[in-house]
């Protein structure tokens, strides 16, 4: 059982829109502990898209944005492609665990 | 080019113990904290550890705690893990991570992950 909760799937359309939620509580995101996202190609490493809530590392297509309120976040991504089919995860910081915590990830379906 | 190169990983028995090791280079190590993240077989990502700077500060998830050391070494440029009393359920990829930024490593983003060495915990 995952700290931060996200759905286990998504889908969408090539050119679509979807959004992946992470929700947390009052000891993690609800703190204002910072939210970053990351995505996962199968066998390799996970790759940072969004750190910060709403920040995008350098090479990062702004196709992915990220937004918080309150106890939750989200991960949006426009112009859905074949090759954001990944794995995808949230993360923040637990005050009550004291260590970061992640949620358990999305797999992303481009149909 | 910044590079993290884990080793260690293999085959070992429930209760026996094991050491990794994070080659670190293309950045100023010792004024980055390091953190040890794991994936089990089909799982989740799963923060397990994290070390400061100068190692004055370390922590730990509750699933590690008082099992895992991680320490490092600026001068070589490594990370490690301890690994005591090995559970099946440690079986995992463990990967090592850079923070984004100098400071605290377990709440900040990770901005640089190795490729993993696997630990398989199994009799």
């Known amino acids: 059982q995952s700290v931060l909760t996200q759905p286990p799937s998504v889908s969408g359309a090539p050119g679509q829109r979807v959004t992946i939620s992470c929700t947390g509580s009052?000891?993690?995101?609800?703190?204002?502990?910072?939210v970053h996202w990351y995505l996962q190609l199968p066998g390799t490493a996970p790759k940072l898209l969004i750190y910060?809530?709403?920040n995008r590392p350098s090479g990062v297509p702004d196709r992915f944005s990220g937004s918080k309120s309150g106890t939750s976040a989200s991960l949006a991504i426009t112009g859905l492609q074949a090759e954001d089919e990944a794995d995808y995860y949230c993360?923040?910081?637990?005050?009550?665990?004291?260590?970061?915590?992640f949620g358990g990830g999305t797999k992303l379906t481009v149909l | 080019e910044v590079q993290l190169v884990e080793s260690g990983g293999g085959l070992v028995q429930p209760g026996r113990s094991l050491r990794l090791s994070c080659a670190a280079s293309?950045?100023?190590?010792?004024?980055?904290?390091m953190s040890w993240v794991r994936q089990r077989p089909r799982k989740g990502l799963e923060w397990v550890a994290g070390?400061?700077?100068?190692?004055?500060?370390?922590a730990y998830a509750d699933s590690v705690k008082g099992r895992f050391t991680i320490s490092r070494d600026n001068a070589k440029k490594f990370v490690y893990l301890q690994m005591n009393s090995l559970r099946v359920e440690d079986t995992a990829l463990y990967y090592c991570a850079k923070p984004l930024s100098p400071g605290s490593p377990w709440d900040d983003s990770f901005s640089t992950w190795g490729q993993g060495t696997m630990v398989t915990v199994s009799s």
């Open positions: 293309g950045f100023p190590f010792d004024d980055f904290g």
């Open positions: 993360q923040s910081y637990d005050s009550s665990l004291s260590g970061s915590v």
């Open positions: 009052s000891s993690n995101i609800g703190a204002g502990y910072y």
């Open positions: 070390i400061i700077w100068d190692s004055g500060d370390k």
């Open positions: 910060g809530d709403t």
